[in-house]
Nanobody, 118 residues
Framework: QVQLVESGGGTVQAGGSLRLSCAASGMMPGTVTMAWIRQTPEKERERVATFGIDGTTNYANSVQGQFTISKDNAKNTLYLQMSSLKPEDTAMYYC????????????WGRGTQVTVTS
């Protein structure tokens, strides 16, 4: 059974940084694409960063140069380093895993809340 557990969210002032973690279990590291997706009540869901099976990374334009996605296969953990945070980065952040052939996450974590105050 695949499980994704996010942690590291919290409240931070604008300009601050946070590092989110997503601990994965029930699947072999390096066999799925993983991503961070955020959602607010006002906005549509947005995939902010992706870590491909081949190790390539992609970012939404809105976070390019601000967020960094990384993965530790030994720990089977995905990270999202967020810096220069802005109030508009406030959202629930979810970790998702895409098996080959899936265009969206098949597996989801429960999310971790990030709140950025001005």
């Amino acid at each position: 059974q695949v499980q994704l557990v996010e942690s590291g969210g919290g409240t931070v002032q604008a300009g601050g940084s946070l590092r989110l973690s997503c601990a994965a279990s029930g699947m072999m590291p390096g066999t799925v694409t993983m991503a961070w997706i955020r959602q607010t009540p006002e906005k549509e869901r947005e995939r902010v960063a992706t870590f491909g099976i081949d190790g390539t990374t992609n970012y939404a334009n809105s976070v390019q140069g601000q967020f960094t996605i990384s993965k530790d296969n030994a720990k089977n953990t995905l990270y999202l380093q967020m810096s220069s945070l802005k109030p508009e980065d406030t959202a629930m952040y979810y970790c998702g895993a895409f098996p080959a052939g899936w265009v969206g996450p098949k597996y989801w974590g429960r999310g971790t809340q990030v709140t950025v105050t001005s």
